[in-house]
């Protein structure tokens, strides 16, 4: 090899960076953050209110395909075309299909029926449960889940499915706004998948989260409101906080 071609090599890569530099800053925040990666993914939301839509739309934001799904195929295809053609509407069956990776928004009685009418799309794919239970709104399995843990009995209700729970303990009004202050706020999360855990990781610091891994989906009890870890904290906050607790 000659001289020039161990400079020119890396030159010439320096001026294709330099332009792919260039064309990603003339983009939008969020769409800058997963073009960069290279790595867009189908993201299927189970639940399109509060949580499902204000994650839906930033993930949209950040690039990714989005599939919104609920009861209400209307209010999904509103939703979606508010938010353009990264987004799109289906229903919790299309979804499930859809996505690479599901995210879970429901309430929390909601999983025994969606885990058998989805069974066959979400064995295998990594799913985001955002779910909390709530005995005066969910009824006798929300008790179960307090008991057990909600990781462990999101994982039985949803057989198959690699569960990271995430989002179970912010206001759904600010998951939109995190990537404003990136790695500020930390992120809870739990799961037995490594896998799953790097994926959801990589999404969840996509829209500005730290994800901060507390433990396995056992640990998943702490993951709602009303425990140490409810609200917004630093990731080392988390940390601390974290090693306070007992699987
Ligand atoms: N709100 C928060 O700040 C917050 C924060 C963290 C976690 N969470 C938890 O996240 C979950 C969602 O909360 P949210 O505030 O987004 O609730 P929400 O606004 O009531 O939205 C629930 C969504 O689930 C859909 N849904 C309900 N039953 C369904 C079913 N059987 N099949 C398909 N879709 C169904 C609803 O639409 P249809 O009824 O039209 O089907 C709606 O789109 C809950 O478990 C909640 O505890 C909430």
């Not at 209010?75 to 979606?80: G, P, R, S, V, Y």
Request: one cysteine or more; proline letters at 6%; a positive charge.
């Amino acid at each position: 090899m000659k001289v020039h071609d161990v400079i020119s090599v890396p030159r010439r890569d320096l001026l294709k960076a330099a332009a792919v530099g260039v064309a990603l800053a003339a983009l939008p925040f969020a769409t800058r953050l997963a073009s960069a990666q290279g790595r867009r993914m189908k993201i299927g939301m189970i639940g399109s209110g509060n949580v499902g839509s204000a994650l839906g739309r930033v993930w949209a934001q950040a690039g990714h395909e989005v599939m919104f799904s609920s009861r209400n195929l209307d209010h999904d295809k509103e939703l979606a075309a508010s938010i353009g053609k990264q987004a799109r509407a289906g229903t919790p069956r299309e979804a499930a299909a859809f996505g690479e990776v599901l995210v879970f928004a429901v309430p929390y009685r909601a999983l025994p029926e969606l885990g058998k009418s989805l069974a066959d799309s979400i064995k295998g794919k990594v799913v985001i449960d955002a779910c909390n239970p709530f005995p005066q709104r969910d009824g006798e399995i929300a008790n179960r889940a307090r008991e057990q843990g909600a990781g462990v009995v999101s994982a039985e209700l949803l057989p198959g499915a690699r569960i990271v729970r995430a989002f179970n303990a912010i206001g759904a009004a600010r998951m939109g706004a995190a990537h404003e202050t990136p790695g500020r706020i930390g992120m809870p999360i739990a799961g037995d998948d490594k896998q799953a855990i790097d994926i959801a990781s990589g999404l969840i610091r996509e829209i500005g989260y730290e994800p901060v891994l507390v433990g396995g989906l056992d640990m998943g009890r702490y993951l709602m409101p009303g425990t140490p870890l409810a609200g917004e904290h630093t990731p080392e906050e988390i940390r601390k906080i974290a090693a306070s607790l007992k699987p």
